[in-house]
């Protein structure tokens, strides 16, 4: 199967960048938002830790082309310190 090179992310509209997912997913290639000022992204950890104060997890938005481009939550390590960087450049702009 070819993946599509011309993706974006419909939160930031970025290019979604080919990724090896993990091996115990089963997981062939996915496409996966890797902007650090994607709107998803900063705020899916301030969601995490309504649940969750001590986690350091964020997600970014994902694509699986073997599920016809099916989206979802890809659970990312972020940690307070690099969001709360992430947040500060954005407020730069």
């Given at each position: 199967?070819?993946?599509?090179?011309?993706?974006?992310?419909?939160?930031?509209?970025?290019?979604?960048?080919?990724?090896?997912?993990?091996?115990?997913?089963?997981?062939g290639?996915i496409?996966?938002?890797?902007?650090?000022?994607c709107?998803?992204?900063?705020?899916?950890?301030?969601?995490?830790?309504?649940?969750?104060?001590?986690?350091?997890?964020?997600?970014?938005?994902a694509?699986?082309?073997?599920?016809?481009?099916?989206?979802?939550?890809?659970?990312?390590?972020c940690?307070?310190?690099?969001?709360?960087?992430?947040?500060?450049?954005?407020?730069?702009?």
């Amino acid at each position: 199967m070819e993946i599509e090179k011309d993706r974006k992310c419909p939160h930031c509209g970025s290019t979604l960048q080919p990724m090896e997912g993990p091996p115990e997913t089963g997981w062939g290639i996915i496409l996966v938002c890797d902007n650090n000022q994607c709107p998803y992204f900063l705020g899916s950890n301030d969601t995490v830790h309504e649940f969750n104060p001590e986690s350091a997890i964020g997600f970014r938005y994902a694509e699986n082309p073997d599920n016809g481009y099916q989206d979802f939550c890809l659970a990312a390590y972020c940690g307070e310190s690099f969001i709360d960087a992430c947040k500060e450049g954005s407020d730069k702009k």
